[in-house]
């Protein structure tokens, strides 16, 4: 697959307004792909987790996914869990850590997650022992992103949006992929009393993987994100 690589923060300019124009570019890219969704399969039977797909008009074999659910809580709690709560709802998540604060509502974050054997192949009961995530081990991943959020008070909605950037002072992990967010974004809408709808558009390149795992196995990893999100949110409920 094409290599693909994060633009460095020097190119992008250190100063707000070069960041700030560059995330305004990611999340414009976005908004273009905003038809032609394919629904799919859902995670299981009673999943209440949607997820589609689309081909991008880049040329790269990478689509694009977006996933929507309804959660118990509302947007401002969602949009805490995303930023400052990932150890919840990413079970394979080693380290996370705030690189450098840009503002307010917007920082450089890296963190580390654990690659293991897709749980959307085990769900889908596709566990074949000659498919690629079993025949070696695979290093983790790595990610280094900006990222940028904000709420509409008037509406009580929430957005969080972040693609990678190669940051020179982010930490040199060894054995890993440096996984690449090409673009990523949440929309927190308020639904009913104390609730929510999410929606997140996803497109990632992990590293290490064929376009063919991507098509089989990266929307259902996306739902089960959310879903994760989803069952934290009845715990506390329930506790």
Known sequence: MKEIKPKLFTDIGDDKEGWREYLIECHSNLIKESKGWKEISPLCKNSKISIFYKKASDGLPLRFWKVSAELDA????????ILRERHIWDPDLLAAKIIKQLGSQTEIFQYIRKSVIPIPTLILGLNDPNSESQIRPIPNEEYCVIRTWKSDLSTDSCTIV???????ERLKVPNTFHSIVLASKYIIEPYGSGKSKIIHFSRVDIMGRSPGWYHKNYGYLCGFFIENLQTSFHQNANG
């Open 74 to 81: 509302p947007p401002s709690e969602v949009k805490n869990r």
């Open 162 to 168: 972040e693609t990678s950037v190669e940051y020179p």
